[in-house]
């Protein structure tokens, strides 16, 4: 605990104080300093209901940056805690109004989510210069973290199945409640010490109804849709093509176009139609599922309702037969869901022959 300080010891800065100049923010050791012990002045439609108790919130070792926030293992109400800490610097009006409203975005819809595969939310501080999102912690880190200290192409199938699964049912939850992600990747999928993957950073996500075009959009290019790159009008269909990237990435453990700046890897997505080279043997149930979930034509990717249903098949017939993927052919006629049944059934009736 000698680790962590508590933000009711930290003195309040007199007003004139409470603003960040860009330099300040740009050089800032811990943002945490401006964060104030009280909650009081917290204020705003439906803000009572997710506002966090300060005096209750400790603060220990950053452990993540992103471009306009930190993230901070911490103590709240004596429950670990991971702290997003999102900074606005006074002397860039268009870049503070741009953060403010994408932490009203994140926290409204971190607070209707709950799910075991979506991180819990747990409150929030929003209380300039510093705004901060508090969730719950998990001490596996990210899925990228993980893959990158595997092997290439090392991954068990049945663990590339596990781990799949708890994405899929994740983002099947969050698309029912008519939400896209719209930054699906590795770096964004935590790990549980049980190796449940949590979907998590809801930074840039919104709602379906509401998305529009991807003009002015800035997700990450090596996980990001064709139409997307284009800034054309996008739906949900976006997250199923990132989701194809994220079970490449299971099944080699690689940076998809490792090879490739990030603008270059968006030119030959959108441009030449690139995808990331599949493994060597790599099974044909996944190479066929890859290959629908990152389609260019968004129609022809599947629903994640599909994606649940056909990795639940894989997994039980795995179990039953570990040597199913060595002979699993999709038939590319009919849907993914309906060449499943068919291809066990010649399967079947091959292994009732003499």
């Known amino acids: 605990m000698k680790s962590f300080h508590c933000f009711k010891q930290i003195p309040v800065p007199s007003r004139s104080e409470r603003r960040l100049s860009l330099g300040e923010y740009k050089r800032a050791v811990s943002w945490s300093k401006y964060l ?10 439906g803000e009572e209901e997710w506002s966090a108790d300060m005096s209750q919130l400790f603060i220990g070792r950053k452990f993540a940056s992103g471009r306009h926030s930190r993230i901070y293992r911490g103590i709240y109400k004596q429950r670990d805690v ?5 900074s606005q610097p006074e002397e860039d009006a268009e870049l503070a109004a741009w953060l403010e409203k994408q932490f009203t975005s994140e926290v409204a819809l971190l607070f209707r989510l709950k799910h075991p595969n979506i991180i819990s939310f747990i409150a929030a501080c929003k209380k300039p210069p510093v705004f901060c999102i508090i969730t719950e912690y998990l001490a596996g880190g990210s899925l990228r973290q993980f893959l990158h200290k595997q092997e290439p192409n090392s991954l068990p199938l049945d663990l590339v ?6 994405i899929a049912r994740g983002m099947q939850y969050l698309h029912s409640q008519g ?6 990747k590795s770096e964004n999928l935590l790990l549980g010490e049980d190796m449940c993957v949590k979907v998590a950073d809801f930074g840039i996500s919104c709602l379906e109804s509401q998305c529009g075009s991807g003009k002015g959009f800035t997700g990450t290019y090596r996980w990001m849709a064709p139409e997307m790159i284009k800034e054309k009008h996008h739906t949900r269909k976006v997250d199923v093509y990132s989701f194809g990237i994220v079970l490449w990435e299971l099944l080699t453990a690689l940076t998809p176009f490792h090879d490739m700046t990030p603008e270059q890897a968006a030119f030959a ?10 493994p060597p043997n790599c099974p044909l149930a996944f190479s066929h599922l890859i290959n629908q979930c990152w389609s260019t034509n968004p129609d022809k990717r ?12 894989y997994t039980d017939s795995l179990e039953q037969d570990p040597a ?11 849907s993914l869901l309906g060449c499943f049944p068919r291809c066990m059934a010649v399967r079947k009736s091959a292994s009732l022959k003499p």
Do not use: T
């Open 82 to 86: 991971a702290i997003k800490i999102i």
């Open 324 to 334: 199913f993927f060595s002979y699993y052919k999709p038939v590319q006629q009919q």
């Open 302 to 313: 599947p629903q994640f309702k599909e994606i649940v249903s056909i990795l639940e098949n």
């Open 179 to 184: 939400i896209l992600h719209r930054d699906l």
């Open 269 to 278: 997505v959108s441009q030449k139609n690139a995808r990331p080279p599949f």
């Open 161 to 166: 199945l596990k781990l799949a699964l708890d």
């Open 36 to 45: 104030v012990s009280s909650g009081g002045e917290i204020k705003g439609e």
